[in-house]
């Protein structure tokens, strides 16, 4: 399974890591902010990914077996008789 491409914020924090001695050492907080700013708004250029590593299973005859349920329980309902006190 192919590897997707990191993130913008991700890619920032490895520049901020490498370039900048990030978390010892830091930025100015104006400067900081203004990366964060800059990957916020490439995530957002780039839209919503998809959800890795999750299937979704589709029961192709789910319409199908709940119709047989509720006819079944129909038929059990009109088939017995409550009206007998014990």
């Known amino acids: 399974m192919p590897e997707s ?8 924090f490895r ?3 490498a370039h900048a001695g990030y978390p010892a050492a830091r ?7 203004l990366l964060l700013f800059a990957a916020a ?4 250029e780039i839209g919503p990914r ?3 590593n999750t299937k ?3 029961n192709t005859n789910y319409n199908a077996q709940m119709r047989n349920y509720t006819a079944q329980r129909r038929r059990a309902h009109i ?4 009206s007998a006190k014990t």
């Open 41 to 44: 708004a490439a995530e957002d």
């Open 5 to 12: 491409a990191p993130s913008p914020l991700l890619l920032t």
């Open 50 to 52: 998809p959800a890795q």
């Open 27 to 33: 930025l100015p907080e104006r400067a900081e902010l």
């Open 79 to 82: 088939n017995s008789d409550n």
């Open 56 to 58: 979704v299973v589709r």
């Open 15 to 17: 520049w901020l890591s």
